[in-house]
């Protein structure tokens, strides 16, 4: 119930909120486990490191689906607006997702704020020697025909920073996620299932000090039972309307 969810956070200044697929798909972006969600179209074992590493023609196709996606000009929704609001306003110690839409940056929120647990799919780097050349540019020469683009610098393998199945999360995600939940007062989980490890020991991290969970999701999670208050609806709706209300206290 909001109402629930509002009591508990409203004397809260140090929220952690921590984001999954369920915030983006009101930007057109489907989940990964839903009736519609991407697994159903496509294999998740088929997306691991070592493949993308030694198999050429699945990069080949891997920046065609890049390149081609319907999603490269998703724009944040309500919900992520309203997420900004709350950093805005004092609110949180900051913002975890697990999305790689960039939604959260493009609504405002700086990297002091933000943590992309599993990357960014518009930001690319060089495996090889760290070299980060311009999304826009990459795209520029696979149009051109570079159809598995190497990296100018040291002719390595280039891949965008998104976190592959057998991938290490990034060192420095990991460490920020970590201090914030240490610090947290309060947990915001908005549009997750709190079902892929270890981005969701974050959240948990935070029960774990014996501080309150808020759950903002289209049906079930696999946590429901350590939330202090559960909101199940749309977060295009649900996560303004308590950020208009937390701001009145």
């Not at 629930?4 to 369920?22: H, K, M, N, P, Y």
């Not at 490269?72 to 607006?81: F, M, T």
């Not at 002091?112 to 050349?133: F, K, Q, T, W, Y």
């Not at 199945?165 to 920020?176: N, Y």
Request: proline share 6%.
């Amino acid at each position: 119930m909001i109402e629930q969810a509002i009591e508990t956070l409203s004397d809260r200044t140090r929220i952690l909120v921590f984001t999954g697929a369920g915030i983006s798909t009101e930007s057109g972006i489907p989940d990964f486990r839903g009736p519609q969600g991407l697994w159903k179209r496509f294999d998740p074992g088929d997306y691991t490191y070592d493949r993308y590493v030694n198999d050429p023609g699945f990069r080949i196709d891997t920046w065609g689906k890049r390149f081609h996606s319907p999603y490269l000009d998703a724009e944040p929704n309500d919900a992520h607006r309203a997420v900004t609001r709350l950093w805005d306003m004092g609110r949180l110690i900051g913002v975890v997702t697990q999305n790689i839409d960039g939604l959260h940056a493009a609504a405002g929120l700086g990297p002091d704020s933000l943590v992309e647990m599993h990357g960014n799919a518009r930001r690319i780097h060089c495996i090889s020697c760290g070299a980060e050349p311009r999304f826009s540019a990459v795209e520029e020469r696979w149009e051109a025909g570079a159809l598995d683009p190497e990296c100018l610098e040291c002719g390595g393998i280039l891949k965008t920073r998104v976190v592959y199945f057998g991938e290490q999360l990034p060192q420095d995600a990991t460490i920020r996620a970590r201090n914030m939940a240490e610090s947290a007062d309060a947990a915001l989980v908005v549009g997750s299932t709190l079902s892929v490890y270890p981005a969701a020991f974050v959240p948990l991290a935070v029960v774990d000090r014996g501080e309150p969970m808020v759950i903002v999701n289209r049906g079930r999670t696999d946590h429901d039972a350590h939330a202090a208050a559960l909101v199940d609806g749309d977060a295009g709706t649900v996560v303004p309307a308590l950020a208009d209300r937390l701001a009145q206290n």
